[in-house]
């Protein structure tokens, strides 16, 4: 027990003495650099089918700013990007080409004042998840519904879980009579 001990109290020194090694020597706080949305050119919805209308959005321009999109890499070409009444949004639209290849795409768009570039990605796919079909069918678990698929096979379950019923109770009629089997 006093050797687990020894061992697992060494392994935490050892951890230990390794993270102050990893921590900077200045003493300060190591912040990673995150990404915000002002710096970034979302796009809506990120996953079309071909042929589908695409919104994009940045922040990165200020108040009123407007910009300049281009969405060549999927073959759509240039686009405005426009002030809207959200909170100094500037935003545009373009229609992927129905003749765009499956595979993600960096749409880009230039501020008209300043330059600043932003980007983001847009993944075309032949089919979405959510195009609006709605499942349908039976699913195959062995388990069977009160509607199956197929009303005759129901109800001619439903007459052999009859038949068995009734020549249970019969059986169990008898036997408690000692009339026996």
Same mark, same amino acid.
């Given at each position: ?15 230990a003495?390794?993270g102050?090694?990893?921590?900077? &020597?200045?003493?300060?706080v ?5 990404s ?8 809506y ?13 940045? $922040? &990165?321009?200020?108040? $009123?700013?407007? &910009? ?13 990007l ?11 639209q ?7 290849q ?22 075309v &796919? ?6 609006g ?6 699913? $195959?678990?062995?388990v069977?519904?009160?509607?199956g ?12 879980l ?16 000692g009339?026996?089997?």
């Amino acid at each position: 027990m006093r050797r687990t001990a020894r061992m697992l109290t060494g392994t935490a020194l050892a951890v230990a003495a390794a993270g102050l090694a990893a921590a900077p &020597a200045h003493g300060g706080v190591r912040v990673s650099r995150v990404s915000s949305v002002a710096e970034s050119l979302e796009v809506y919805p990120s996953t079309v089918v071909p042929g589908s209308q695409v919104t994009v959005n940045t $922040k &990165a321009c200020g108040d $009123k700013g407007t &910009a300049a999109g281009d969405a060549s890499a999927v073959g759509a070409g240039a686009f405005m990007l426009a002030p809207s009444t959200h909170e100094g949004d500037a935003i545009g639209q373009f229609r992927v080409p129905p003749s765009a290849q499956p595979g993600t795409y960096e749409i880009v768009a230039r501020c008209a004042v300043g330059g600043r570039q932003v980007a983001g990605d847009l993944m075309v &796919a032949l089919s979405t998840a959510h195009e609006g079909a709605q499942p349908r069918g039976s699913v $195959k678990t062995g388990v069977g519904g009160a509607l199956g698929p197929d009303p005759v096979q129901t109800a001619a379950g439903v007459a052999a879980l009859a038949v068995a019923a009734a020549g249970g109770t019969w059986l169990l009629h008898r036997r408690a009579r000692g009339d026996g089997i």
